[in-house]
Structure formats: structure tokens, C-alpha cells
């Protein structure tokens, strides 16, 4: 049959239909033989190769692979100095994980809006967040999809803020600059920080990677990921000399495997065929939604090419979310909320952060000036997409939303 055929018989796929899928196989089987025949598990060849391959193919002078996102972006802050008083500006709409960080270096997060279409940052919103205390911004790529840095390095640099990239989603991603593309991660700010966890682009069970073009922040973070030690164990295996090694600074233990990095070499492999796929993906979800009435498909600014980590809906005026996602994981799909708003969990109480409109609510759940991350969360689900995606499982997800946006509408 052709996917012609298939696409008009749309019979329902054998197996249920994930919201995420990684690609692992023979590659990355044999590439875990390296580090485990040689007995060298962590901090040797391999995580070393992983940095020198990874800074090459995003475009940055220094990489250092870290345990998690959580931890690169952890150090990232405490690296640029932010400390107890201090204020970071992000996102409330994002992975809890972009403002704990924050908090673990026990500055206050200062949430600002995202824009009312897309996922990303409203940057007009910067400017009067800011007050002397700000130390740095966390600029968010949610979803993968490119915020505005342009704006964000603008307003940074007038006031000599620092700016962390949180591109946990955005490995492969680019974004244009003066009439140039760069890959995410370059990186434009002054740090990126990437998640290598399953829902992310590239995997290794776990694990983080921060990107620099300063070097003596690269060096820096290179020591503090292995309790602050100032030789890397390299250096040490490779000596003929007795070498002591000295500890002077508070270290933190957020080290990558090796076993992992072996796996990261393979994965980065599959990257660009990966991005490839998956905009592919996307242009069909765009060919097959965008007829669906009141249905909000993502957009992408033409300085931005998203690597479509996820591809998320805003669904039409009296939708209900729950009952929308459960009749789509009774045909077999699944889907996820979009993404949450941070200021809303029970992890923030009042106090324990800053909206960032002068004169609002002083850290109160019931925030106006976050409305439209709000509305994000309650109206935008998820659709699956992964790069082993058939036409026919990804039309059948395209047919059971538009069946079950029909049934809801109907009813209402
Ligand atoms: C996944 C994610 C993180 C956390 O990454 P981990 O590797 O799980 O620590 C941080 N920020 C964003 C936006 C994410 O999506």
C-alpha cells in the first residue's frame, strides 16, 4: 500500500502511539563497549570527546558535559556570580527545573509573560522587570522554538545582565543574527545548557551539557563539575609525576559518565538526519491541522528554525483539555498538558519569587500579568512526534484530534 492508500483507508495503527520516542540502536550498543571493555567509566577519552565533538558541531570555542540540564544550568548561575539577594528574570511557563536553579542559588526568580500566540518570552515585558538587583536572565527556547534573543541580548547588554541560555529542547535548533544562522548553543548569550533526558532531541539516559566562548568561565566550570578539583583525571592517569591534587573553591559532583558520553558521540551522529525528520513532521502537521477551525498550530519566525522537540497546540475557545487528551488516549494517542506555569505549583509560595510587572502581585498566585502563560498551559496540548513517526501513525493522530475536537464541540 501506498501512504497514499493509508491515508485514505486510516485504519487505526497496531501499536499505541507515544507522545516521545528515542532512537537508540547498534551504534550506541557498541559504543558502550568502549568505555565498559576498558575499564575507564567517567571523567576519561569519552567525556572529553563528547565535549570537543559537541562544541564543534553547535559552533562554541569550549563545552562541558554536566549530569543534567538542572546541573549545567545550576553552574551556569553560580559561575556568572548569582548569589543570596540577587534577581533572575525568566519564564513561569517552563520546566520547573529554569527557575529552581534559581533558587538554588538562593536568588529570587522573577517571572514575565510569554507571548500571547506563541510559547517563547515576551521580550517588551523585560525592560520594566529589571531593577538593581537583577544579576542575569535564563532565555528560555521552550519547545525548541528559538526565542527572540536578538531583543534579549539588547536589553542585557544596556544593563550589563548576563544571559544563560535554557536550550535544554533546543539542540539543533538555529536562529538568525545579523543575516547569519547559528545553531543554538554557539552560543549568543554568554552560556547554553542542554538536557540529554529521553524527551529531549539526543539521549543518554541523563545528562547536560553547558556551551561557552569564554574561556575562563569554560575552565572554571570544567573544575566545579568535579567537587571544585583543580586536575582533571586525565591529566593525572597520563603523568609520570606524582600529582596532588588542590580544591580551591566549593565543587559540586555533577559528572557525566563516560558510558553516557559514549552513547552522546553516537546520538550526536543521528542529529542532523534527526532534525531533518522531524521538520519534515511538522510541515505535515501544519498541512493537516491548519484546516481545523479555532486550532492554534505553532509558528515560526523567519529567524528561527525549530528542531520541533515538541509540537504543541493551542486548542479552540471551550475545548476542555482533560477531557480533549483522555479521548485521545482512549484512540490509542498519547498527548501532554503544554507546558506548565511554575508560579502555580506549591514548590512557589508567596515570597519565594517576583512577578516582573511593576507594582503586581508580589509573588500571589492569583497574578494577572501572567495570564497568557496561564492560558498556554490550560488550553495547549502535545501531539506526539518522534523521528520513527509512520505516516500512518502521524495521520491517525491528525484524525483522532480532529474526531475528538468534533465529539467536544458538539456536546458543548
Ligand atoms: C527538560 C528541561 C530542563 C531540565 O533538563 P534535565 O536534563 O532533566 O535536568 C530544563 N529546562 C527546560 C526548558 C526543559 O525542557
Given at each position: 500500500?501506498?501512504?497514499?492508500?493509508i491515508?485514505?483507508?486510516?485504519?487505526?495503527?497496531q501499536?499505541?502511539i507515544?507522545?516521545a520516542?528515542?532512537l537508540l540502536?547498534?551504534?550506541?550498543?557498541?559504543?558502550?563497549?568502549?568505555?565498559?571493555?576498558?575499564?575507564?567509566?567517567?571523567q576519561?577519552?569519552?567525556?572529553?570527546?563528547?565535549?570537543?565533538e559537541?562544541?564543534?558541531?553547535?559552533?562554541?570555542a569550549?563545552a562541558?558535559?554536566?549530569?543534567?540540564?538542572t546541573?549545567?544550568?545550576?553552574?551556569a548561575?553560580?559561575?556568572?556570580?548569582?548569589?543570596p539577594?540577587?534577581?533572575v528574570?525568566?519564564?513561569?511557563?517552563s520546566?520547573?527545573?529554569?527557575?529552581?536553579?534559581?533558587?538554588?542559588?538562593?536568588?529570587?526568580p522573577?517571572?514575565?509573560d510569554?507571548?500571547a500566540t506563541?510559547?517563547?518570552?515576551?521580550?517588551?515585558?523585560?525592560?520594566?522587570?529589571?531593577?538593581?538587583?537583577?544579576?542575569?536572565?535564563?532565555?528560555?527556547?521552550q519547545l525548541?522554538?528559538p526565542?527572540?534573543l536578538?531583543s534579549?541580548?539588547?536589553?542585557?547588554?544596556?544593563?550589563?545582565?548576563a544571559?544563560?541560555?535554557d536550550?535544554?529542547?533546543?539542540?539543533?535548533?538555529q536562529?538568525?543574527?545579523?543575516?547569519?544562522?547559528?545553531n543554538?548553543?554557539?552560543?549568543?548569550?554568554?552560556?547554553?545548557?542542554f538536557?540529554?533526558?529521553p524527551?529531549?532531541?539526543?539521549t543518554t539516559?541523563?545528562?547536560?551539557?553547558?556551551?561557552?566562548n569564554?574561556?575562563?568561565?569554560?575552565?572554571?566550570?570544567?573544575?566545579?563539575?568535579q567537587?571544585?578539583?583543580?586536575?582533571?583525571?586525565?591529566?593525572r592517569?597520563?603523568?609520570?609525576?606524582?600529582?596532588?591534587?588542590?580544591?580551591?573553591?566549593?565543587?559540586?559532583?555533577?559528572?557525566?559518565?563516560?558510558?553516557?558520553?559514549?552513547?552522546?558521540?553516537?546520538?550526536?551522529?543521528?542529529?542532523?538526519?534527526?532534525?531533518?525528520?522531524r521538520?519534515a513532521?511538522?510541515v505535515?502537521y501544519?498541512?493537516?491541522?491548519?484546516?481545523?477551525?479555532?486550532?492554534?498550530l505553532?509558528?515560526?519566525p523567519?529567524?528561527?528554525?525549530?528542531?520541533w522537540?515538541?509540537?504543541?497546540v493551542?486548542?479552540?475557545?471551550?475545548v476542555?483539555?482533560?477531557?480533549?487528551m483522555?479521548?485521545?488516549?482512549?484512540?490509542?494517542?498519547?498527548?501532554?498538558?503544554?507546558?506548565m506555569?511554575?508560579h502555580?505549583?506549591?514548590a512557589?509560595?508567596?515570597?519565594q519569587?517576583r512577578?516582573?510587572s511593576?507594582?503586581?502581585c508580589?509573588?500571589?498566585?492569583?497574578?494577572?500579568?501572567?495570564?497568557?502563560?496561564?492560558a498556554?498551559?490550560?488550553?495547549s496540548?502535545?501531539?506526539?512526534?518522534?523521528?520513527?513517526?509512520t505516516?500512518?501513525?502521524q495521520?491517525?493522530?491528525?484524525n483522532?484530534?480532529?474526531?475528538a475536537?468534533q465529539?467536544?464541540?458538539?456536546?458543548?
Amino acid at each position: 500500500m501506498t501512504s497514499e492508500q493509508i491515508s485514505h483507508t486510516m485504519t487505526k495503527p497496531q501499536s499505541f502511539i507515544p507522545i516521545a520516542k528515542p532512537l537508540l540502536g547498534e551504534a550506541e550498543l557498541e559504543a558502550v563497549k568502549r568505555p565498559l571493555s576498558s575499564g575507564w567509566v567517567t571523567q576519561g577519552r569519552e567525556v572529553a570527546a563528547f565535549e570537543v565533538e559537541f562544541a564543534e558541531l553547535v559552533g562554541a570555542a569550549h563545552a562541558c558535559a554536566v549530569s543534567s540540564c538542572t546541573a549545567a544550568l545550576h553552574l551556569a548561575l553560580h559561575v556568572l556570580g548569582v548569589s543570596p539577594g540577587d534577581e533572575v528574570i525568566t519564564v513561569s511557563h517552563s520546566f520547573i527545573a529554569s527557575a529552581n536553579v534559581i533558587r538554588y542559588c538562593g536568588a529570587t526568580p522573577v517571572f514575565i509573560d510569554i507571548e500571547a500566540t506563541g510559547y517563547n518570552v515576551d521580550t517588551r515585558l523585560l525592560a520594566e522587570a529589571i531593577t538593581e538587583k537583577t544579576k542575569a536572565i535564563i532565555a528560555v527556547h521552550q519547545l525548541g522554538m528559538p526565542c527572540d534573543l536578538a531583543s534579549i541580548l539588547a536589553v542585557a547588554a544596556q544593563n550589563n545582565i548576563a544571559v544563560v541560555e535554557d536550550a535544554a529542547c533546543a539542540l539543533g535548533s538555529q536562529i538568525q543574527r545579523d543575516g547569519c544562522w547559528s545553531n543554538i548553543g554557539a552560543p549568543l548569550g554568554d552560556i547554553a545548557c542542554f538536557s540529554f533526558h529521553p524527551r529531549k532531541l539526543i539521549t543518554t539516559g541523563d545528562g547536560g551539557m553547558l556551551t561557552t566562548n569564554r574561556s575562563g568561565l569554560a575552565e572554571r566550570l570544567g573544575r566545579l563539575r568535579q567537587h571544585g578539583m583543580d586536575v582533571n583525571d586525565r591529566i593525572r592517569h597520563a603523568s609520570s609525576q606524582v600529582i596532588n591534587e588542590h580544591y580551591s573553591e566549593l565543587g559540586f559532583n555533577y559528572r557525566l559518565t563516560d558510558i553516557q558520553a559514549a552513547i552522546g558521540r553516537e546520538q550526536l551522529k543521528r542529529l542532523p538526519a534527526m532534525v531533518q525528520q522531524r521538520r519534515a513532521l511538522a510541515v505535515v502537521y501544519q498541512a493537516e491541522l491548519s484546516a481545523i477551525e479555532g486550532l492554534g498550530l505553532p509558528l515560526e519566525p523567519d529567524w528561527a528554525r525549530s528542531n520541533w522537540q515538541s509540537y504543541c497546540v493551542r486548542l479552540p475557545a471551550g475545548v476542555d483539555q482533560a477531557q480533549l487528551m483522555q479521548l485521545m488516549l482512549d484512540a490509542g494517542v498519547a498527548t501532554r498538558r503544554g507546558v506548565m506555569c511554575i508560579h502555580r505549583e506549591a514548590a512557589y509560595r508567596p515570597g519565594q519569587w517576583r512577578c516582573g510587572s511593576l507594582g503586581c502581585c508580589d509573588g500571589l498566585k492569583a497574578c494577572g500579568q501572567l495570564r497568557h502563560s496561564e492560558a498556554a498551559q490550560a488550553q495547549s496540548i502535545i501531539l506526539p512526534l518522534y523521528v520513527q513517526m509512520t505516516k500512518q501513525e502521524q495521520l491517525w493522530v491528525c484524525n483522532t484530534l480532529k474526531g475528538a475536537l468534533q465529539s467536544l464541540l458538539e456536546r458543548a
